[in-house]
T-cell receptor, first 110, second 114 residues
Framework: GQQVMQIPQYQHVQEGEDFTTYCNSSTTLSNIQWYKQRPGGHPVFLIQLVKSGEVKKQKRLTFQFGEAKKNSSLHITATQTTDVGTYFC??????????FGKGTSLLVTP | EAGVAQSPRYKIIEKRQSVAFWCNPI?????LYWYQQILGQGPKLLIQFQNNGVVDDSQLPKDRFSAERLKGVDSTLKIQPAKLEDSAVYLC????????????FGPGTRLTVT
């Protein structure tokens, strides 16, 4: 079945440094979604990418969907302590339920 | 709009006991999901409902887990009997439709089985 893999598993940065997490799917995706989960919280939707090669920005966050629609990335410019949390990518299976990656946990120290 | 509601927020039980979780999705959301999230991992789908019908329950351990969504609104997830490895956070999510739309998650129920 479809698998979604994320790297790195953990990332520790100093405030102000950039951060990137990568997501790879074993199959071509119709779309990919990104979620953020703060420590002790629940996943919160960030964005959905649908088109091949799509790039979307949300303030300091840049999301990309690969040309083959099998990989994606999230880049945060100049991290802040509010960016702390775990970032998950998720791709729909044949029934449209989401398969989540294991996530990348970001720790930002001031 | 009100978010996804779940109860209880925390539950501690002994192995072999039973437990039930409740979820009320966002009003008007046809699709409801139950996920299991073990510490350090991403949410894993247990069951997906479209209105009151089951779309996907392929990863639900049916010998001990059951779920229902009566009248296509609220849902309950039950575990009977519980095992130690069932210790996890159980998340309920809803969306307007299937995976083409974003999912809204509830706060989750943290289950500890001793």
């Amino acid at each position: 079945g479809q698998q979604v893999m994320q790297i790195p598993q953990y990332q520790h940065v100093q405030e102000g440094e950039d951060f990137t997490t990568y997501c790879n799917s074993s199959t071509t995706l119709s779309n990919i979604q990104w979620y953020k989960q703060r420590p002790g919280g629940h996943p919160v939707f960030l964005i959905q990418l649908v088109k091949s090669g799509e790039v979307k920005k949300q303030k300091r966050l840049t999301f990309q969907f690969g040309e083959a629609k099998k990989n994606s990335s999230l880049h945060i410019t100049a991290t802040q302590t509010t960016d702390v949390g775990t970032y998950f990518c998720a791709g729909p299976n044949s029934g449209y339920a989401l398969n989540f990656g294991k996530g990348t946990s970001l720790l930002v120290t001031p | 709009e009100a978010g996804v509601a779940q109860s209880p927020r925390y539950k501690i039980i002994e192995k072999r006991q039973s437990v039930a979780f409740w979820c009320n999705p966002i009003s008007g959301h046809a699709t409801l999901y139950w996920y299991q999230q073990i510490l350090g991992q991403g949410p894993k789908l247990l069951i997906q409902f479209q209105n009151n019908g089951v779309v996907d329950d392929s990863q639900l351990p049916k010998d001990r887990f059951s779920a229902e969504r009566l009248k296509g609104v609220d849902s309950t997830l039950k575990i009977q009997p519980a095992k130690l490895e069932d210790s996890a956070v159980y998340l309920c999510a809803s969306s307007r439709a299937g995976g083409q739309y974003e999912q809204y998650f509830g706060p989750g129920t943290r289950l500890t089985v001793t």
